[in-house]
Structure formats: C-alpha cells, structure tokens
C-alpha cells in the first residue's frame, strides 16, 4: 500500500512538472510572437513614414516649396540592429555581384541573415540609410535645379564614382526628368530625335512634387493631386562606378507592365524576378532577352491612375522586381537618364513618352494588308508560285515578302544572279496584279569581298561608318554572310550612306518597303550581341511612298522610334 501511495506522488510530481514546463514554453512563445507583432506593426509604420503616402502630408511641400526631407527621416543612431531589422521582401541585394559569406557582406557594411526556407529575398542586403552620396544645395538653372553630390567613403565597387551632378527639369506639366552622371568625365549618353520639344513647364500647372533626401541622397515623386508617391529612391542606396549604375525605387502598386522585349505576360512577375535588357537576336521564350530592348514600364495605381518611368540608357540593363513592391535598375555604361511620366491615365502616360522618344511613322495604308513571308522561298520561280497559289485558293494577299535567299552570299544590297536574276521582274509583275513587295534588309555589312567587288563595304569604309573596337580598328562579328562590319548609325554620315546605298538599290529593284532585320549586332555564332548598333529600338519596316519619290531622293526612312 505505502509503494503504490509513493508511486502516485511520484506521477503527480511528474506531471506537475510537465505542466509547468509545457506552460513556461507556451508564455515564451505567445511573447515572440507579441514581439515578432510588434516588429511587424512598427516595420509597417515605418515603411508608411518612409513612404509618406499621406495626402495631408503635401500641402505644405508643393513644387514651389519643395526641398530637404526633414531631419526626422534619418536614423543615424539607430543601432546595427535596427538598421538591418527589416520584413524579407522589403530587402535590397547587397551581393549582386557574386555570392558572398557572412564575414564578407559585413565588410561591405551590409546585414546577413539567411533564409533557407525562402528562395527569394537575398540574405546579404543593404541596411536602413547605408552609406552613400551626400547631396549639396540645390541651385536654381535655366532649365530647372542642379546640385553636386559627393561620396565620402567608396563603395564596394571598382572604379567608384565619388562626384555626381545632378540636374532635375520640368520638361513638360506631366513630365519630370532627372540626370545622374560624372561632371569629371565624359560618358556616353543617348540623343533624342531632332525635333523633339523640351520646354519647361509652368510650376503652376505641373502635376508632381519632388523631396529630396540629403544624406544618403535620395528623391521622391509625388503626384500632386494625391500625395500618392510615384518614386521613392531612399529605399535602397544610389551606386555609380565606372561600369555599375544602381538606382532603385519603391514602386506606388504591384500592377506594373513593360520593359520589353520579353516573352511574358502582361503584368509583370515581381515575386524576385529579373528581366534583361540587351538586344538579342533569338526566338521568343520566357525568360531570355529578345530583338529589341525598351527601358519603359508603367504602373497602374490603385484609384484607376497611371504613371511610366524611362531609362534613357543603350548599355545593357538589368532590372530587378520585388514584392515589397518595388524596383532596381542596374546599368553597366552610361548615365543615369530618368523620366517620369505622370499621365494620370495610361493613354496619357504613353502620349508624353512619345514626346520624349518621337512618334512612329504613320504607316502606309497598303502595308496594313495581308502578308505572306518566310524563310525558304529559294528562286523567284518559287516566290511566284506561292503568290499565284494563294490568288488561285481566292485567299486575300496584299503583300509578298522575301528573307534572306534572295541576296547573293547573304549580302544585302545584292541579288542572287541564278537564283533571283529577274528579281526586278518579278517585283513589276507583282506590281502590275496590284500587289506590293518587301525583302529582308540586315544592317550588317560583309567585309570580305575583294575590294572594288562590293560597293556598300568599299564606299563604308572611304566615309568611316562602321563601328570601331578599342584599338580603333573595325569591329569585325559574325552574322550571315560571314565576317561583318557593323554600320555606328550614331554617326550622320553613317545615315547619309545608309540612304546611299538604299537608294542605289531602289534603282535596280523597285521594292515598296524593306524589312530592317538583325540590326542589334548579333554574333551567329554565339547568339551573343557584340553593339548596340542603332541610337533607337527595333525598327519593323522601310517604306518608299512611290508618289513622293521625285520630292524625297526616292526613299523616305521609317522614323527611328
């Protein structure tokens, strides 16, 4: 009896004890998570401040009064705790470069902390406010503001940048522009069509208001309507070494399309995605850079609003999205090009982009027609014999076309004199049935036919067209025809000859439009652009109005926007 009376006290000791652990633990717990609810709540709150989404909060800052964020915008005693306490999808990669260990993020000046259940979010990141450019006083210009920005310590690039200018324009009532780049040296940066209007707008009329942050340098866009940020680029630091240019921004919604050309869907992915901007002559699939390339998104705000941001920049780009939601460009060349675009509809939006960029050629009424065109009509035979089997089955055909097998050794401004030697011929026929006619046209010149046996090449070289490499020597890749010289149709005499040779073979073939094709300076070989050969993104169509000839030289060249 007294055995089993101390084995009851026994199990009633044990499970006291149980009890009492079970419940120590389940207080700890319950405080985490009070203390994770916090954190949460006061990460919100503070990423609301940063964002400032409060309308009451603009009508003391308009354009005319805009200027420094106050000083309670900065956390300089914050503790190395705080500054890298941050929610996983609001943080900015430090380590894009290469994968980096924990010891080397830290010597970057960036936080660590790893997540191994989560693919996305980076465990090497930018803390609050690191280090960057420090913005002096902005002066009044002509055109708009300017300001220096200095760097007091580098940053973990080569080839640092420690001096800035910046000078921001109000280019037109929806349009804010910004540049970015070295007062010390000269980069290259991108010309706008002639004739493109640059006026600056009234600051009465202007539809946003800008804040700058002075330490580290930051701005943000605000549509002045709502106070709704557009911009806000204190969210992450600025970066401009020789070749690393990055900038990003808090985006106003996650409704974000654009920055082509890419096989997606219409809204972009922002789940850590990234989208590569460097001409590239390959098939449409997802998840690879295509023929053309064109810095410009637009977002579609939360009340039925708009706005679009361009990156005027030629050098390769890329782009990061995340669903903080926010944005990275990162560029390897060049300078930092920004317009803002505030609509506020998307119809507008898309108007003062083309201010900016110049409008397309309206087409001729022919070309919206019915096409036939590919790859594989080998002879003339053949071209008409496809055209006369479409008239025969009664199918409506406006337009034939002809790839590459026409030229003779895939040069272009020739034809094939077997295979196609009554070429001109058959363009008359196809004219006399009503119809019209286009071939392939490839900016890429061949650069290995026997002096004086091929016009474009010898009269290309006497007028220096072609692009050069660093040892001033002629880029020679490696496209169709061979070894290929690549016309720098930045330069106006390159444009002069390129309407030469047009011309020239207009002459002899009396083609009513051509098709510009692998002008972004592909390699065949590796499928790898070697230059961004024209000054403007992908052009579809030449088109000669044969009732202007007599006024414009025989050929009016599609507008290079």
């Known amino acids: 009896m007294a055995l089993l009376s101390n084995v009851t006290v026994a199990v009633l000791l044990l499970v006291f004890a149980l009890s009492t652990c079970w419940y120590i633990n389940h207080v700890c717990v319950h405080q985490t998570r009070l203390v994770r609810s916090d954190y949460v709540k006061q990460n919100k709150t503070k990423a609301q401040e940063r964002l400032g989404d409060n309308p009451t909060k603009l009508q003391n800052n308009t354009v005319e009064t805009r200027g420094v964020l106050p000083q309670s915008f900065k956390e300089a005693d914050a503790s190395r705790e705080d500054k890298c306490t941050m929610a996983p999808e609001d943080r900015f990669d430090c380590a894009r470069d290469r994968l980096l260990s924990q010891r080397e993020c830290e010597e970057r000046g960036c936080c660590y902390a790893a997540l191994p259940e989560s693919a996305g979010p980076p465990w090497c990141f930018y803390p609050s406010l690191y280090p960057g450019y420090q913005m002096g006083p902005l002066t009044p210009t002509t055109r708009g503001k300017e300001a220096s920005l200095t760097r007091a310590s580098p940053s973990h690039l080569p080839r640092d940048i420690s001096a800035l200018h910046l000078e921001v324009t109000e280019e037109t009532a929806g349009c804010f522009h910004l540049t970015l780049k070295d007062p010390s040296s000269q980069r290259y940066e991108v010309k706008l069509p002639a004739g493109v209007p640059l006026t600056r707008a009234d600051t009465q009329d202007v539809l946003y208001s800008t804040e700058y942050q002075s330490d580290p340098f930051g701005f943000v866009v605000r549509r002045k309507s709502n106070g709704r940020v557009i911009m806000n680029t204190t969210v992450a630091p600025l970066l401009f070494a020789d070749q690393y240019l990055q900038l990003s921004t808090a985006l106003a919604s996650s409704l974000v399309s ?304």
């Open 258 to 561: 654009g920055l082509g050309e890419h096989y997606t869907s219409l809204l972009l992915d922002l789940n850590w995605t990234s989208l590569t901007l460097w001409n590239k002559d390959m098939a449409p699939h997802a998840d690879a850079n295509l023929y053309g390339s064109h810095p410009f998104y637009i977002v579609q705000e939360e009340d039925g609003s708009a706005h679009g941001v361009f990156l005027l920049n030629s050098n390769a780009v890329e782009v990061m999205l995340q669903p903080t939601p926010a944005l990275t460009w990162v560029a390897i060349g060049g300078i930092l090009d920004l317009y803002v675009f505030l609509g506020p509809d998307p119809q507008s939006v898309i108007g003062q982009y083309l201010q900016v960029i110049g409008y397309p050629m309206m087409p001729p009424y022919w070309s919206l027609g019915f096409h036939l065109c590919r790859w594989g009509y080998t002879t003339t035979n053949t071209t008409r014999h496809v055209a006369q089997r479409m008239h025969n089955a009664t199918f409506p055909m406006d337009v034939q076309w002809n790839d590459l097998d026409y030229a003779n050794k895939d040069r272009v401004f020739t034809f094939d004199p077997w295979r196609f030697g009554d070429l001109p011929e058959m363009v008359e026929e196809f004219h006399k049935r009503g119809m019209k006619y286009i071939l392939i046209l490839d900016p890429g010149i061949s650069s290995t036919s026997p002096p004086g046996t091929y016009s474009p090449f010898d009269d290309g070289l006497k007028r220096d067209v072609f692009i050069q490499n660093a040892t001033g020597h002629i880029l020679i890749g490696k496209v169709w025809p061979g070894p290929t010289a690549f016309p720098d149709f930045t330069n106006p005499e390159t444009r002069r000859w390129w309407k030469d040779c047009i011309r020239e073979f207009h002459s002899k073939v009396p083609v009513d439009g051509l098709w510009i094709c692998s002008h972004e300076g592909t390699r065949e070989e590796t499928l790898r652009p070697v230059a961004l050969l024209l000054p403007w993104h992908r052009t579809l169509l030449w088109s000669v109005d044969r009732r202007r000839q007599e006024r414009l030289g025989a050929a009016s060249i599609l507008h290079p926007w």
